[in-house]
C-alpha cells in the first residue's frame, strides 16, 4: 500500500508538470497569434483533465498511505507539503471549472508543483508518531487548515493576473511596477528554495561541524556551510578549496540547528537570484512578460475568481490553523495558546485575511487595492509555513523533520 502511494504521488506530480507547462503552452499561444487560438484551446482542455486526473490519483495516494501505515498521512513536512500541493491543484480545479477560466492555470498549477516538489525533498518513510501527534485532533487541523492555504494560492495566482492586467492600461504606479518585479524576484526565490534543497539531496554533500554552544554537538550540514553554528570555525567545511563556514549564525536564532537553516535560506537566496537575473537577461522585466500573457482576460473576472478564493478560505483556515489548533494544544501542551513563533505568524496571517474580508465587504474594496491585499497574503502564508521552521525555533520544529 505505502509502496503504491508513493507511485501515485510521482504519478501525479508527473502530471501536474505537463499540465502547468500545457497551460502556459497555451497562453503563450493565444498572445502569438489568432491562428492559433484552436490549438491553444485544446492545450488548456488537455491540461485541465490531466490536473484532475493527477488529483485523483493523489487522493488515492493519500487514502492508500493511510491505509498503509494506519495513521493519518499529515504527520511530518513530507506529508503535510504533499497535501497542501494537492490542496492548491483540487481548488484550482474546482474555481477553474466553476469559472471557466484556463488562462489561470498557468499563475496556479505551478504553485501547486513547487509545493509537491520541496515535499519530495524530505524522508518519505512512515515513522511512528510522537506523542504530541497521537490525537483525533491532527487529521482536522492539518486537512482544514492546509485546505484553506490552498484556496489562498488560487486567490494569490487570480490577484496577480488581477494586477498584470490593469498594468497595461497604466493604472499602476512606478512603485507599484517595482513590486510587481519584487514578487517575480520572490518566486524566482522559491524556486531556488526548491532546487537548492533538492540538490542536496541528490547530491549527498556533508559536512560536519562542531556546534559548541549546545554541548560540542555535531551538525551535519547536506549543503556547503556558508554559515556556521556557534562555536564552529573554518576549515571544518568546504567548497571549490574555500575554507568554510564565512560567518556564524546571529545569535537571535534560537535553536540547535538555527546555522543550518540559515544556510539554506541564503543558499535558496542566492541560487533563485541566478536564476531570476538569467531570466532577466532572456526574456527581460517579469512584469513585462506576465503582463503580454493575459492581455484581453477580464479583469472583473479575475478579482471575483480572488476574492472567492479568500472567502471559501479563510472559513477553513480559521477551523484548521485557529480552533482546532488551540484545542489541540490544549490537551498536547496543557495550554490553549503558548505563542510559540508558528502560532503567533497563524494569528498574524489570520488577521491579515480578516482585514481583508472587512475591507472587502464593509467598505467595498474591489479592484487594486484589494488585488493588492490578496497578492501578499499568500507569501506571509509561505514564511509562516517553511520560513518560520529556517529562522525561529519553537514547538513546532518537529514538522521540519
Known amino acids: 500500500m505505502i509502496g503504491l502511494s508513493g507511485i501515485l504521488f510521482f504519478v501525479a506530480f508527473g502530471v501536474y508538470a505537463v499540465s502547468a507547462l500545457l497551460y502556459i503552452a497555451r497562453i503563450t499561444l493565444r498572445r502569438s497569434s489568432a491562428k492559433n487560438f484552436t490549438l491553444a484551446d485544446k ?6 483533465w490531466l490536473c484532475t486526473a493527477g488529483v485523483v490519483a493523489q487522493a488515492a495516494g493519500i487514502v492508500f498511505r493511510w491505509v498503509g501505515s494506519g495513521v493519518v498521512p499529515m504527520s511530518n513536512m513530507y506529508e503535510y507539503m504533499s497535501f497542501l500541493g494537492w490542496s492548491v491543484m483540487l481548488f484550482f480545479v474546482l474555481i477553474s471549472y466553476w469559472y471557466k477560466l484556463p488562462g489561470l492555470g498557468a499563475f496556479v498549477a505551478p504553485v501547486g508543483v513547487i509545493m509537491i516538489a520541496y515535499a519530495s ?19 482536522l487541523h492539518v486537512s482544514t487548515a492546509a485546505l484553506g492555504e490552498g484556496a ?10 488581477y494586477l498584470l492586467r490593469i498594468r497595461k492600461d497604466g493604472a499602476l504606479s512606478a512603485f507599484e511596477e517595482k513590486m510587481l518585479e519584487f514578487i517575480g524576484f520572490s518566486a524566482t526565490v522559491l524556486v531556488g528554495f526548491v532546487v537548492v534543497a533538492l540538490g542536496s539531496k541528490w547530491t549527498g554533500y556533508q559536512a560536519i561541524l562542531t556546534n559548541s554552544g549546545n554541548g560540542a554537538q555535531s551538525l551535519k550540514y547536506t549543503l556547503p556551510p556558508l554559515v556556521g553554528p556557534v562555536g564552529s570555525v573554518a576549515g571544518e567545511g568546504s567548497l571549490f578549496g574555500m575554507d568554510l563556514p564565512l560567518f556564524i549564525a546571529p545569535g537571535w536564532m534560537n535553536g540547535a540547528n538555527a546555522g543550518k537553516q540559515f544556510n539554506t535560506l541564503i543558499w535558496a537566496i542566492l541560487v533563485g537570484a541566478v536564476i531570476y537575473f538569467i531570466l532577466r537577461i532572456l526574456v527581460g522585466p517579469l512584469r513585462e512578460l506576465g503582463s503580454k500573457a493575459v492581455m484581453g482576460m477580464n479583469a472583473k473576472l479575475l478579482d471575483e475568481v480572488s476574492y472567492r478564493g479568500i472567502a ?14 488551540m484545542i489541540w494544544a490544549q490537551k498536547a501542551w496543557g495550554a490553549y495558546w503558548s505563542w510559540d513563533p508558528k502560532e503567533t505568524w497563524a494569528l498574524i496571517s489570520w488577521l491579515f485575511y480578516s482585514g481583508y474580508l472587512h475591507m472587502r465587504i464593509v467598505r467595498g474594496w474591489e479592484g487594486r487595492p484589494a488585488a493588492w491585499v490578496s497578492a501578499a497574503g499568500f507569501p506571509l502564508i509561505l514564511f509562516t509555513l517553511v520560513g518560520v521552521n529556517l529562522l525561529i525555533s519553537g514547538l513546532h520544529s518537529y514538522a521540519a523533520g
Not at 43 to 48: A, E, H, I, N, P
Not at 122 to 139: N, R
Not at 152 to 161: E, I, P, Q
Open 43 to 48: 492545450l488548456g482542455d488537455w491540461g485541465f
Open 121 to 139: 525533498v524530505f524522508p518519505t518513510e512512515v515513522k511512528p508518531l510522537v506523542p504530541v501527534l497521537q490525537s483525533f485532533w491532527l487529521p
Open 152 to 161: 489562498f494560492a488560487v486567490s494569490f495566482g487570480a490577484a496577480l493576473m
Open 312 to 325: 471559501v478560505g479563510f472559513p477553513l483556515f480559521t477551523l484548521g490553523g485557529l480552533v482546532f489548533a
